[in-house]
């Protein structure tokens, strides 16, 4: 089992950056493969980010160049460092674990959920 708790959300202006972080429980956290999601109003979830305990990455092509998903095995965190953001990144986002060893990094089907944290870009 494992439990994920997020921080680090809040309001900024566009162009601004915000860095959210996921604490997880779990004495196997080192081999799940690790990401972020968003919910914006009105829509589906979203799959955001993801990193191996590699170190491989995957990202969403919206958020690829601005986002920078990164994770520390040692201390049971994952961090999303946000820059460039936009209006349309307003969402509740949610850090996921995936039991999964599959080669590709999923994007859909994890496992274990946070609660969410909000992000509100303004223009």
């Known amino acids: 089992q494992v439990q994920l708790v997020e921080s680090g959300g809040g309001s900024v202006q566009t162009g601004g950056s915000l860095r959210l972080s996921c604490a997880a429980s779990?004495?196997?956290?080192?081999?799940?493969?690790m990401g972020w999601f968003r919910q914006a109003p009105g829509k589906e979830r979203e799959f955001v980010a993801a990193?191996?305990?590699?170190?491989?990455?995957r990202y969403a092509d919206s958020v690829t160049g601005r986002f920078t998903i990164s994770r520390d095995n040692a201390k049971n965190t994952v961090a999303l460092q946000m820059n460039s953001l936009k209006p349309e990144d307003t969402a509740v986002y949610y850090c996921?674990?995936?039991?999964?060893?599959?080669?590709?990094?999923?994007?859909?089907?994890?496992?274990?959920w946070g609660q969410g944290t909000q992000v509100i870009v303004s223009s």
């Open positions: 779990g004495r196997t956290f080192s081999t799940y493969v």
């Open positions: 996921a674990a995936d039991r999964r060893l599959d080669p590709v990094i999923p994007t859909q089907g994890y496992n274990y």
């Open positions: 990193i191996r305990w590699s170190g491989n990455r």
